[in-house]
T-cell receptor, first 112, second 114 residues
Framework: DAKTTQPPSMDCAEGRAANLPCNHS???????VYWYRQIHSQGPQYIIH???NNETNEMASLIITEDRKSSTLILPHATLRDTAVYYC?????????????FGTGTKLQVIP | KAGVTQTPRYLIKTRGQQVTLSCSPI?????VSWYQQTPGQGLQFLFE???????NKGNFPGRFSGRQFSNSRSEMNVSTLELGDSALYLC?????????????FGPGTRLTVL
């Protein structure tokens, strides 16, 4: 799986959009971008994933650049409960086999 | 649908003891993966079980083992505990039947080795 690079920490004002960047310059054509988050001492929570098109669900939006070398996770209206570590992961479709490699993530602090 | 459950949530053991952790996957999921999370190493993959067989393994010593039952529930065992085994142990389930498969994580078991 390709390696990802994320800033170690970010702050965001409550109610504003949080834009979390991820660099995955070595991504290959069959690798998907996944985002998880982990609120302190809980299990990681799946947020969203995509291949090349932008994706949106009830939690967030995922914007993937045309060359697929980077992506941005957008939380449209951040709340204090969005304070967490956000992990950007690149995964290949491995026929159901699971071996997810997590990096160090971005610690997002939402400020009142 | 009920999520992934893990028991116990907290555990304190002493060096040299062994420990067994349990994970119940989401109903219908057949793949269970285990991860260890420590402040120094982050989230690391231990192993994955599917249909009672280990089909993927991370880089951990043989003291770490697991098994899966016919109802997809899984247990992991750590023998001869060391201080460095203190960690949050996470279990994740997925359908495991092919294609890109999203993993759903449980709340974890916090193991402290004294």
């Amino acid at each position: 799986d390709a390696k990802t690079t994320q800033p170690p920490s970010m702050d965001c004002a409550e109610g504003r959009a949080a834009n979390l960047p991820c660099n995955h310059s070595t991504i290959s054509g069959n690798e998907y971008v996944y985002w998880y988050r982990q609120i302190h001492s809980q299990g990681p929570q799946y947020i969203i994933h995509g291949l090349k098109n932008n994706e949106t669900n009830e939690m967030a939006s995922l914007i993937i650049t045309e060359d697929r070398k980077s992506s941005t996770l957008i939380l449209p209206h951040a709340t204090l409960r969005d304070t967490a570590v956000y992990y950007c992961i690149v995964r290949v479709d491995s026929g159901g086999y699971q071996k997810v490699t997590f990096g160090t993530g971005t610690k997002l602090q939402v400020i009142p | 649908k009920a999520g992934v459950t893990q028991t116990p949530r907290y555990l304190i053991k002493t060096r040299g003891q062994q420990v067994t952790l349990s994970c119940s996957p989401i109903s219908g999921h057949r793949s269970v993966s285990w991860y260890q999370q420590t402040p120094g190493q982050g989230l690391q993959f231990l192993f994955e079980y599917f249909s009672e067989t280990q089909r993927n393994k991370g880089n951990f010593p043989g003291r770490f083992s697991g098994r899966q039952f016919s109802n997809s529930r899984s247990e992991m065992n750590v023998s001869t505990l060391e201080l460095g085994d203190s960690a949050l142990y996470l279990c994740a389930s997925s359908s495991g039947t092919g294609g890109l498969d999203t993993q759903y994580f449980g709340p974890g078991t916090r193991l402290t080795v004294l």
